[in-house]
């Protein structure tokens, strides 16, 4: 994954959910992304389907996410770039990127 892909997961991950965002095409296809990684996640592992919760979707700081989930910063951080890759990869699958 790109620095740029990254960024751009990063930032459609914080305004996700936000009044008004999913209203464009690129934006909904933002959001079938982070559905679709939220849905995989919660079937495949528990901890980044709670991280994506927390973090993203609940817009929690990263120390409160590290005490919700017993963790620590290197488990959360390997954790979070798998997270931003699976995204990616769903949203780039739906054309985000294009």
């Known amino acids: 994954m790109t620095k740029q892909q990254r960024?751009?997961?990063?930032?459609?991950?914080?305004?996700?959910?936000?009044?008004?965002?999913?209203?464009?095409?690129?934006?909904?296809?933002?959001?079938?992304?982070?559905?679709?990684?939220?849905?995989?996640?919660?079937?495949?592992?528990?901890?980044?389907a709670d991280l994506l919760q927390l973090r993203?979707?609940?817009?929690?700081?990263?120390?409160?996410?590290?005490?919700?989930?017993?963790i620590g910063r290197t488990t959360y951080q390997k954790a979070e770039l798998d997270l931003l890759s699976t995204i990616a990869v769903y949203a780039a699958q739906n054309g985000a990127f294009n």
Do not use: C, F
């Open 7 to 48: 960024d751009a997961t990063r930032s459609a991950l914080l305004a996700y959910g936000r009044r008004q965002w999913a209203r464009s095409p690129v934006n909904r296809q933002w959001e079938k992304a982070i559905e679709d990684s939220m849905a995989y996640y919660k079937e495949a592992d528990p901890i980044r």
């Open 56 to 70: 993203y979707l609940q817009h929690r700081k990263e120390a409160d996410v590290l005490e919700q989930l017993h």
